[in-house]
């Protein structure tokens, strides 16, 4: 197979699927609801910042459908894992074990608690977090002292919480690696961002741990414009939650008492609206990028040396990114070089974390999957589309 013989292919097919000669994006939003008449209705109302009904029945939406008992919706799904974090009692000198190959917000939210990402590898079969190598990480590294506390016995740091991802929609195996921490006490967050619509065991992601959180970036498969939630089962963390991001405020009809440092994160009522409307048409989107994944799956037993990325066999995926592993890294740069030229927007996977200039002193552990799946996975445009 030639490289260029296949890019070529791939650029035909992507333009028939999306009937269209112009730019085709990686992952646009989708407005074919009533978005105009909830947004305008908002507008009209002038309750459009921190104060309306849309927030809280976008939560009201979101628990329904995820089945999370509790919901806090925020004004990105970085100030929903930061809070999370800071609710966990993550704290300065603290470690967070996590994966390399995650969005930069991943390792962000934990340096906003001054505390510091330790990297583990991913399973390539789910691009997530791998039980195996937690375990063997934690083996190797970390004890449970008289205090409780898991402790690192190369850092003299403790090991405060792990934050799984769900990349690019793939649920990881969060039940093993929750055991993995259960045997260590260390808290579980799950950063399912990238991950609405997506179910392992017809439980939805970020169900697992103490919290999981969302994002509803104009990217995601919902939008709020800018947004995010986070989702838990118990009560106390989301009052917390809740608290700490109206401010820390004490209700009082007219004074502003706030009783400690917190954080103005909550979604404005405007974003609310228009989540609204798109969450109403969230099992649609997904059923169109299943399909699209299967359309492109399709396609792809064409071409041998290409491999597309599918959803784990345990596992029911939103395929908020459709993805494909080529044969070496001079392979996947020359498909994004040519791609993107030919207006076919495609993205290389993220930077893994520890090569960036501010994460590459922390810990890492065993990274040859997160190597491989860096040097070969490409995502392709993904936006949601009726097949014909």
């Known amino acids: 197979m030639s490289n260029l013989e296949f890019i070529d292919a791939l650029v035909a097919k992507v333009r028939e699927i999306y009937r269209t000669q112009e730019s085709i994006p990686l992952h646009a939003p989708c407005f074919r609801g009533e978005e105009k008449e909830l947004v305008l209705n908002t507008l009209e109302s002038t309750f459009v910042s921190s104060v309306g009904k849309n927030v809280e029945q976008f939560e009201s939406a979101l628990a329904r459908y995820t089945g999370a008992q509790f919901v806090v919706a925020v004004n990105s799904g970085t100030a929903a894992l930061h809070t999370a974090?800071?609710?966990?009692?993550?704290?300065?000198?603290?470690?967070?074990v996590t994966t390399p190959l995650t969005f930069v917000a991943t390792c962000n939210a934990i340096s906003y608690c001054?505390?510091?990402?330790?990297?583990?590898?991913?399973?390539?079969?789910?691009?997530?977090?791998?039980?195996?190598?937690?375990?063997?990480?934690?083996?190797?590294?970390?004890?449970?002292?008289?205090?409780?506390?898991?402790?690192?016995?190369?850092?003299?740091?403790?090991?405060?919480?792990?934050?799984?991802?769900?990349?690019?929609?793939?649920?990881?195996?969060?039940?093993?690696?929750?055991?993995?921490?259960?045997?260590?006490?260390?808290?579980?967050?799950?950063?399912?961002?990238?991950?609405?619509?997506?179910?392992?065991?017809?439980?939805?992601?970020?169900?697992?741990?103490?919290?999981?959180?969302l994002s509803f970036n104009g990217n995601k498969i919902i939008t709020t414009g800018g947004g995010g939630a986070l989702i838990t089962d118990d009560e106390w963390l989301a009052k917390r939650a809740k608290h700490l991001t109206t401010t820390a405020k004490q209700s009082h009809p007219w004074f502003f008492h706030h009783d400690e440092v917190g954080f103005n994160y909550r979604m404005p009522n405007l974003n609310a609206a228009l989540g609204l409307a798109q969450i109403a048409q969230l099992e649609d989107?997904?059923?169109?990028?299943?399909?699209?994944?299967?359309?492109?799956?399709?396609?792809?037993?064409?071409?041998?040396?290409?491999?597309?990325?599918?959803?784990?066999?345990?596992?029911?995926?939103?395929?908020?990114?459709?993805?494909?592993?080529?044969?070496?890294?001079?392979?996947?740069?020359?498909?994004?070089?040519?791609?993107?030229?030919?207006?076919?927007?495609?993205?290389?996977?993220?930077?893994?974390?520890?090569?960036?200039?501010?994460?590459?002193?922390?810990?890492?552990?065993?990274?040859?999957?997160?190597?491989?799946?860096?040097?070969?996975?490409?995502?392709?445009?993904?936006?949601?589309?009726?097949?014909?």
């Open 85 to 96: 974090l800071h609710v966990a009692g993550v704290t300065r000198g603290d470690e967070v």
């Open 114 to 213: 001054s505390a510091e990402p330790v990297f583990v590898d991913v399973d390539p079969d789910t691009l997530g977090l791998s039980p195996q190598s937690l375990g063997n990480f934690l083996e190797q590294h970390a004890e449970v002292r008289d205090d409780g506390l898991c402790w690192n016995r190369s850092t003299k740091s403790i090991i405060r919480a792990c934050v799984p991802v769900h990349n690019l929609g793939h649920p990881a195996r969060v039940e093993q690696i929750a055991e993995v921490c259960a045997q260590y006490n260390i808290a579980i967050i799950e950063d399912a961002a990238e991950s609405l619509g997506s179910f392992r065991c017809a439980q939805h992601t970020g169900r697992v741990g103490l919290m999981g959180v």
């Open 285 to 388: 989107f997904v059923a169109k990028k299943r399909n699209l994944a299967s359309c492109y799956s399709e396609w792809f037993e064409l071409w041998p040396e290409v491999t597309f990325f599918w959803e784990p066999t345990f596992a029911r995926s939103n395929f908020w990114l459709n993805a494909i592993l080529l044969p070496d890294r001079d392979a996947r740069d020359e498909f994004l070089y040519r791609t993107n030229e030919f207006g076919i927007m495609t993205r290389p996977m993220w930077t893994p974390m520890n090569t960036l200039p501010m994460y590459q002193s922390c810990q890492q552990f065993n990274l040859d999957n997160a190597g491989a799946i860096e040097n070969t996975l490409v995502n392709i445009p993904s936006s949601v589309v009726s097949i014909k």
